[in-house]
């Protein structure tokens, strides 16, 4: 056998190694308020793709290059009038979990700020602005989600659904329409617990 082909054999052995375990994301269905709340170290921005690099810190990873429009953890959701031009890395394949943008485009993006090094991946809130529904929308501009963080939206998983009057929660029933809940209301503090920002969604 031959050097090249002994060399080709040990890189295939350490590709697949690496990638041999597809991304695993928590399976438990998460709202979006979930993710604006567990922001406390990281970040909730709209940006446009600018573009994507390869990442010195990290051969593993690539580095997307942009511009902040408009930043949801900031008092009021702070807009940027000049272009603030931020580096945000990720894993280059999904099977690491690596998320993907597209150039052009303007996204809602979440994800973790450590030693001034963003960072989001797959299992993060990451949505084209474009294909927001006009309360999620809403949520962001007006605050919704960011005054929710004393309250947790708890679906049914794997057949367990929690009781109705868990405390500080708003609980999804069984035949409740989850991606309704999650696309088109929130769950925030009313009185002493916890209560349906509208009445969308809901069975009487």
Known sequence: MTKSVILCVVLTIIYVCTYSEACTCNPEPTHPQAYFCGSGQGFV???????????????????????????????????????????????????????????????????????????????????QSSQLTPYQKDALEMGYYKQTCGCVVRPCFNGQCYPPSYQNSCVLGPNDDVSCFFQHNSCRRQGNDCAWHTAACQRY
């Open 45 to 127: 921005i709209k940006a446009k793709i600018l573009k994507r690099e390869g990442d010195n810190r990290n051969s593993m990873d690539v580095a997307y290059t942009v511009k902040i429009i408009q930043d949801y953890t900031r008092p009021g959701g702070r807009y940027y009038r000049r272009p603030s031009i931020q580096r945000i890395h990720t894993a280059s394949d999904s099977a690491a979990c690596g998320a993907y943008f597209r150039i052009g485009e303007e996204y809602i993006i979440t994800g973790d700020i450590r030693n001034q090094y963003w960072s989001t991946n797959l299992c993060s809130w990451n949505f």
